[in-house]
């Protein structure tokens, strides 16, 4: 240090450990845009659920077991309160995952990258795994790489964000099976609401080291940062030793209750994004030069023949997509939104597309 004056060092600071220095900071810009389609996020709100709010006592701490949350959950899921453990968004759960088993920590790439960000963070090996050319999962490198790195905890993201699809069954079901106890496999379903097949729920009795996550993010609550696992109890019971007290706050608490209770409206939602999701699928596959990924989430993948030009040709007309480079190279990423919101979305892409400039 020199003396007598502060030097300002351009250069990063030294004292984090190496495992945060080389880590990048999750990305989320926000960028200003008239029609939102980046985040995966629904474009319809719950905000009748805020009126749940006014009776709150803001002296008091939240219910650190969120009780009657839990209750909620398990009679949607038919599951106990035992088998869930709540979590301010499932991004903090990932934490607690891996903060309780450790690593090394596997996964399919491309996938969240909140796995790999966490994995990093805490100081854990990753063990990444290409996805094959149908975006399913490579069982044979993943059984290997089992064998070979005996991870302890494996993240399978299904429906995959971002490719959209469900990874076959059989697949997920014979990595369950081949993972002893010792290896907890989490699939992670933010999406399943949206998907055609019916999830890991009912697998749950019959494989211990199984657990499922979901979050209430992708349907019309991201604001609120609620997520949970649900697995056996015993398993439960040991990530729930890491979790912070507070960690799930009176008002989301109060919030998600209202809006999960709200069946219809919720199931009315997810039916007209589906829906959406089929149109803009069809939509998009007619225009020349865009290849959308067939999808069982309320996003859609597509490659085009020059992103960079679309994705900025968008947002120059105030429509926000997520631009993939660096994760899956020549795609875009479109957010289903309101209808009205797709149509515009549609009719920009194809002026886009077909005027070359
Ligand atoms: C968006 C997303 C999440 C994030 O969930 P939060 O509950 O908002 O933290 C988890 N998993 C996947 C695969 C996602 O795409």
Do not use: G, K, P, Q
């Given at each position: 240090m020199s003396k007598g004056r502060i030097t300002h060092h351009?250069?990063?600071?030294?004292?984090?450990r190496p495992n945060i220095r080389s880590l990048c900071a999750y990305e989320a810009k926000e960028i200003p845009c008239k029609v939102k389609l980046d985040a995966n996020e629904s474009p319809y709100g719950f905000e009748e659920a805020l009126k749940a709010l006014n009776k709150i006592q803001t002296n008091r701490y939240p219910d650190p077991e969120a009780k009657e949350l839990k209750k909620v959950i398990a009679k949607d899921f038919g599951v106990r309160h035992e088998n869930i453990l709540q979590g301010n968004g499932s991004d903090e759960l990932i934490y607690y995952l891996i903060t309780t088993f450790g690593g090394p920590v596997l996964y399919p790439i491309p996938t969240f990258s909140m796995y790999g960000i966490i994995t990093q963070a805490i100081g854990e090996k990753k063990i990444e795994i290409q996805l094959d050319r149908e975006f399913d999962l490579d069982i044979k490198e993943i059984l290997m790489a089992i064998k070979k790195e005996k991870p302890r905890l494996i993240f399978l993201s299904s429906p995959n964000n971002p490719t959209g699809n469900c990874f076959s069954s059989e697949r997920i079901l014979k990595i369950i099976e081949t993972t002893s106890s010792l290896r907890i496999v989490v699939?992670?379903?933010?999406?399943q609401p949206f998907a055609s097949e019916k999830g890991f729920l009912s697998l749950l009795e019959d494989f211990k080291n199984l657990m499922i996550m979901r979050t209430l993010s992708k349907i019309g609550l991201a604001a609120l940062r609620v997520g949970f696992l649900i697995g056996h109890e015993d398993v439960i019971r040991e990530v729930n030793k890491v979790r912070l007290p507070f960690n799930v706050n009176a008002l989301s608490q109060a919030a998600a209750i209202t809006a999960l209770k709200d069946k219809k409206r919720m199931r009315s939602y997810i039916k007209a994004i589906v829906s959406e999701r089929e149109r803009l699928f069809a939509g998009m596959g007619e225009i020349k030069g865009i290849t959308p990924y067939p999808s069982e989430a309320n996003f859609i993948l597509f490659k085009v023949s020059n992103p960079d030009r679309i994705y900025k040709g968008l947002l120059k007309k105030g429509i926000l997509v997520r631009n993939m480079k660096g994760v899956v190279d020549g795609c875009l990423r479109v957010t289903v939104g309101m209808p009205e919101e797709n149509t515009t979305f549609l009719k920009t892409l194809r002026q886009l597309s077909e005027s070359n400039e």
């Open positions: 351009t250069s990063r600071i030294t004292v984090s699939v992670d379903e933010a999406y």
